[in-house]
């Protein structure tokens, strides 16, 4: 959330205006955060006496009945909006469906909507809460590792146009992040290597120590869901958990003097030069961890032909990737696409490459002067390093399925809301049309007394606009 302060003054030819925003929000490392036990999350609801959450159907099928028992539990009102969303379905219609389910439930401008999911969801759900009145509250439980470790840092929420990643978007922070990483347990396999590409990214060009413990532990910590899986060792769940809280606090510290994006020279945008291409080039998405590695690993080569990096790092880089199964290369990884991705970041950069790439591991510089034969060079010498490493330097389960958010059965459907509240269906009921819900919509009716969703009065108080911290 963010509060602005301004001051206007007259000119010569009329009236200057100079403001300031000032961005507050919290991160609260909690495992079971949906543990009746743990009152934290309900108690930024209890104002308001509801919640409308928005979550994505494989996460309410996991955890819908828990989600729902915790809020009846604290006597609070619960409505929850399922969808289904891909890389490829991360789109406006998407958006929309949103921004309806936001419209029927009254939302109030500083009553904070509930984003539970993978960083696809956040990402669409907070850019709903973005535009909808231009600035409506929303907290995050993200429930992946991309979640938990990346989307989860950023103040940035977006959707896809045409081919193009993340092209409409806004800066829209949420009041509070949750971070429980109890949910890796039910995360599958796939999408736990997916995740750690995005702490390679960080700790590769920023923090020696957290790669020197991926590189130790890699198998074990994909294996095991980051330490939390039953039959994991102590040693293992204290490694994840120095990594994930050192990889977020590095996070952090490089993106928040940098918010908005002022500055473009960003560390954190290691893997992210070419990758958007890699993502949404094949007819089936690659996982954007397999697309950021494939960016990351060819940033290496880059780096070493440069003598940025010694053959042994380079090396020792390349063999991390492997080991964790993730993509180095791809088939339709050529001189065009690296041409096409070269032209496309040129504009999001304002016009210079800004490739972040490593000097020496755990530092990184910024390259600006590559020429077209420089790259399609590195790329020739990284596709012969490639017939090296298993599988041509392809990853395991690189492309996205059902597990990513219900992507193979949103292409036959679209949106999805489903009833799933201990009160039953309420369609077309008095209850429903008080509670402002559509078709599909549901809620747990833990309480409707007092609730008017057209009026002053939320379960007996009154709303007056204030910013609602938790």
Known sequence: MSDLSATVSETEHGFHV?????????????????DTQNAQLANCYRKWGRVLAVTDQNVFDLYGEQIEKYF???????????TKIGEKAKTIPTFL???EAMTNFGIYRKEPVLVVGGGLVTDVAGFACAAYRRNTNFIRVPTTVIGLIDASVSIKVAVNYGNYKNRLGAYHAPMH????????RTLPTAQIRNGFAELIKISVCSHLDTFNLLDKYCEELISTGFGRANGASAEVRIAADRINREGIHEMLKLETPNLHEIGLDRVIAYGHTWSPMHELVPETPLRHGHAISIDMAFSATLANSRGLISD???RRILSLFSRAGLSMDHHQFDEAVLDQGTAAILKTRDGKLRAPVPHPIGTCVFLNDVATKELHAALHRHKELMKEYP???????????????????LA??????????????????AVAKKLGL???????????????????????GTTNGDAHSC
């Open 438 to 460: 559509s078709n599909g919509t549901t809620a747990n009716a833990a309480s409707v007394t007092g609730l008017a969703t057209n009026g002053a009065i939320v379960n007996g």
């Open 312 to 314: 042994e790092e380079h």
């Open 72 to 82: 009846a539990h604290h006597g609070l009102t619960l409505v929850v909006h399922t």
């Open 97 to 99: 469906n949103i921004v």
């Open 177 to 184: 992040t949750f971070l429980d990483f109890t949910f890796l």
């Open 412 to 429: 036959k459907g679209g949106d999805e809301v489903k009833t799933n509240g201990h009160a039953g269906l309420l369609n077309g009921s």
């Open 391 to 409: 599988r041509n330097g392809e990853g395991i389960d690189a492309f996205v399925d059902a597990s990513d958010t219900g992507y193979t059965e």
């Open 18 to 34: 100079e403001g300031c925003e000032r961005i507050s929000y919290d991160f609260t490392f909690l495992d079971g955060v949906f």
